[in-house]
C-alpha cells in the first residue's frame, strides 16, 4: 500500500565522526495532506466567490459604493470612478461627501442612512474631476457583519440626469396642454353661448311663421290644393327646423354646464304611457307595431320627468324611423342589481355594424342616414347621452346586421319610494 509520509534522514557517526548508518523515520502524512488539500478547495472557492461578487458589482449600470460609519469611501465600483472620473485608489479612503456639489447635504444624506438604515430617491449632484455636473438619485442601506455590528453603508447613485430633462419637458407639455384645455374650454363655452344666443334669435321667427302658415292653412277661403301642399311644405320644413333648432338648444346649454334637472322619483307607468300616446300616431302612420310593458305594481325611478319623456321620445322615434315596414317595436324594463332599471327599446331595422356602433353618441354623425332620405338632426342621441348622464345613469347601444338594434338607458331604481307609495 501506499501513503504520503513525511521523512527524516539522520546520519549516524562513531566516536571519529565517521558516518556508519543513517537514521530514517517516516510519518504517516495523509491527514495533512486532506487538511490541505481542503484548505486549497476553501481558497479557490473563496476567490471565486470574490470574483463572483465583484463582477455583479462591477456590472450594475448604477455607480455603486460603500463607506465606513465616518462616511469615508471603502470601495468603490468602475461606474463610481466614471462618475467622478477618479481611480478607485484615490477613492478609497477619501471622504464620500467630497465628490458632490452640495457637501453637506452628501454627508445629511450617509447620516440619515446611518439612522433611518435606509435611504430612497435622495437627489445629489455630482461632480466630477473636469467639473462635469450630473445628477444622481442617491439609495443606500447600512450594512452588518455576521456578528451584527455595523460595518457601514451601502449606497448606489443613479444618473437620472435624462429622466429630469424629459420630466422638465413633461412639465413644460402639460403647462401648454393646460393652456391649450383653458383655451378650447374658453372657445367651447363662446361657441355654447353663441349657439344659445342663435337659437333664441331663430326661434322667434321661425315660431312667427309657422304661426302664420298654421293660419293660412286654417283660412276662410280655405287654400287650394296647390297652396295647400305649399302650406304643408312650409309646415313640415318649419317643425323639423325647429326640432334641431330645439336640439342645438338643448346641447348648447349642457356643454355650457347650466343644464338644471330636478331628480325625483317618477313613476316608470305613467311616463311610458305619455311616451306612448305621443308617439303611435307616427308608428300607425308607417305601419310599425308597438309593445309596452305592463307594470302589475308601481315602479319609480330617479329622474327628471321631463327630460326622461324627451330621451324616451329620441329613442322610440328613432326605433320607428330607422325600422322596416311591417316591423315591430318592444320596449323593455328590467330591475336588477336591487337599485338599477334597465328600459330597452327594441326594433327589427337593419341594425348596425361595428364600426357604426362606435360612432353613436357624436354629434351630427347619422352613420349614412342621411343618404336614405330619413329626416334627422344628428344631436339626438348626444342630447339623451347627456341628459341621461346628468341623471347619473348610463346609456348604450346593441345591434347586429340584419337582426334590429336595441337602445337602452338605465336608472336608479327607486325602491324606497315604492315602500312608501304600497
Excluded at 298 to 309: G, V, Y
Amino acid at each position: 500500500s501506499r501513503f504520503p509520509a513525511l521523512v527524516s534522514v539522520t546520519g549516524l557517526r562513531d566516536e571519529k565522526d565517521t558516518v556508519i548508518g543513517y537514521l530514517l523515520i517516516g510519518t504517516d502524512n495523509t491527514a495533512r495532506k486532506q487538511v490541505e488539500e481542503e484548505r486549497a478547495k476553501l481558497d479557490q472557492s473563496l476567490r471565486d466567490q470574490q470574483f463572483y461578487t465583484r463582477s455583479l458589482i462591477e456590472s450594475n449600470i448604477d455607480a455603486l459604493m460603500t463607506t465606513d460609519s465616518s462616511g469615508n469611501i471603502t470601495d468603490v465600483n468602475n461606474q463610481m470612478e466614471a462618475l467622478t472620473g477618479r481611480s478607485r485608489e484615490s477613492l478609497i479612503g477619501a471622504p464620500f461627501k467630497n465628490y458632490f456639489t452640495d457637501p453637506e447635504l452628501a454627508e445629511a444624506g450617509i447620516k440619515r442612512v446611518l439612522a433611518e438604515s435606509k435611504v430612497t430617491d435622495y437627489e445629489l449632484t455630482a461632480r466630477a474631476h473636469d467639473g462635469a455636473e450630473t445628477v444622481v438619485s442617491y439609495n443606500a442601506t447600512t450594512f452588518y457583519n455576521r456578528e451584527g455590528v455595523l460595518q457601514g453603508v451601502f449606497a448606489s447613485a443613479r444618473d437620472v440626469t435624462e429622466r429630469k430633462r424629459w420630466d422638465k419637458v413633461l412639465l413644460e407639455n402639460t403647462a401648454e396642454l393646460e393652456k391649450a384645455k383653458a383655451a378650447a374650454e374658453k372657445a367651447n363655452l363662446a361657441k355654447s353661448d353663441f349657439l344659445s344666443s342663435m337659437s333664441h334669435e331663430l326661434r322667434s321667427p321661425l315660431n312667427a311663421i309657422l304661426g302664420f302658415a298654421q293660419l293660412m292653412e286654417s283660412d276662410s277661403p280655405l287654400p287650394t290644393p296647390n297652396q295647400k301642399s305649399s302650406i304643408d311644405q312650409i309646415l313640415h320644413a318649419g317643425w323639423f327646423l325647429l326640432e334641431l333648432i330645439n336640439d342645438i338648444l338643448d346641447l348648447a346649454v349642457i356643454e355650457s354646464g347650466r343644464m338644471s334637472l330636478s331628480l325625483e322619483a317618477v313613476s316608470l307607468p305613467e311616463v311610458l304611457i305619455e311616451c306612448q300616446a305621443m308617439i303611435e300616431p307616427q308608428a300607425q302612420k308607417r305601419g310599425i307595431s308597438m309593445t309596452f310593458p305592463v307594470f302589475v305594481e308601481p315602479c319609480f325611478i330617479r329622474a327628471d320627468r321631463t327630460r326622461l319623456k324627451q330621451v324616451l321620445i329620441n329613442l322610440l322615434s328613432n326605433a320607428i324611423k330607422y325600422n322596416q315596414s311591417g316591423g315591430t317595436v318592444m320596449v323593455e324594463c328590467i330591475s336588477y342589481a336591487h337599485d338599477k332599471m334597465r328600459i330597452s327599446v327594441k326594433d327589427t331595422g337593419s341594425g348596425l355594424t361595428p364600426e357604426m356602433l362606435a360612432q353613436l353618441f357624436q354629434a351630427f354623425n347619422r352613420l349614412g342616414k342621411e343618404a336614405t332620405g330619413e329626416e334627422g338632426t344628428g344631436i339626438g342621441l348626444v342630447v339623451s347621452k347627456r341628459l341621461i348622464e346628468l341623471m347619473q345613469g348610463k346609456i348604450g347601444a346593441e345591434s347586429k346586421v340584419g337582426s334590429g338594434s336595441v337602445f337602452w338607458i338605465e336608472l336608479i331604481h327607486d325602491r324606497t319610494h315604492h315602500a312608501e307609495y304600497t
